[in-house]
């Protein structure tokens, strides 16, 4: 299936935050439109199977043309949407924590198996390499521990073509999630810790 929000790089980090809440913007406005005709499906005891792969029309482009697809499943729009909000709440919590990374290197808003990271940042003396998730129940503690193996797989790639420069590992998720580390920033409803490795 082809990505919602295709992958963007080499972007001041205060235009990436402005196009990605537009984005978010786009998809929530499309998912409201598509709401408006399910109204039948509630008679329905497959309601749900039914809403869950609707085909939405994403109606809008945003100013870097991230959003490709005309169409795409209800369900995974939710989905995604949620990743996106923590991804937004990350960029905004490292406009402000992380003032040495400013730049976005590279960014997998809604393709977190390609790449070496979802969100890598940097500037004149350091790299962050953030994972975002936005994974509920009993699969938050497997998502965070193949995350951070992932961190330490990009964190050892980055450092390696981003000589001399410190090279910071994050992850962003949902503070509702699970147990999440004690030493951790908030922004919003996103929960953004630091991996050592």
Request: proline share 2%.
């Amino acid at each position: 299936m082809a990505c919602l929000v295709e992958h963007f790089e080499d972007r001041g980090l205060q235009e990436s935050i402005s196009t990605l809440e537009q984005v978010i913007m786009i998809l929530r406005d499309s998912v409201i439109r598509s709401r408006k005709d399910a109204e039948e499906l509630s008679a329905q005891i497959d309601w749900a199977c039914t809403l869950k792969r609707r085909q939405v029309e994403i109606a809008g482009r945003d100013s870097w043309n991230l959003l490709s697809l005309e169409h795409h499943d209800y369900g995974e729009i939710v989905d995604q949407c949620a990743t996106l909000a923590r991804l937004f709440e990350a960029m905004c919590w490292a406009k402000s924590d992380l003032p040495d990374c400013q730049h976005v290197l590279s960014c997998d808003p809604t393709q977190s198996s390609d790449g070496a990271a979802d969100l890598i940042l940097d500037g004149p003396g350091a790299v962050a390499v953030i994972e975002v998730s936005d994974t509920i129940g009993t699969a938050f503690r497997a998502k965070v521990r193949a995350q951070t193996t992932r961190l330490v797989e990009a964190r050892r790639i980055v450092a390696g073509v981003c000589q001399r420069r410190v090279v910071r590992s994050f992850i962003a998720m949902n503070v509702d999630g699970g147990a999440v580390p004690r030493n951790h920033w908030t922004n919003g409803s996103t929960a953004i810790w630091e991996i050592f490795a």
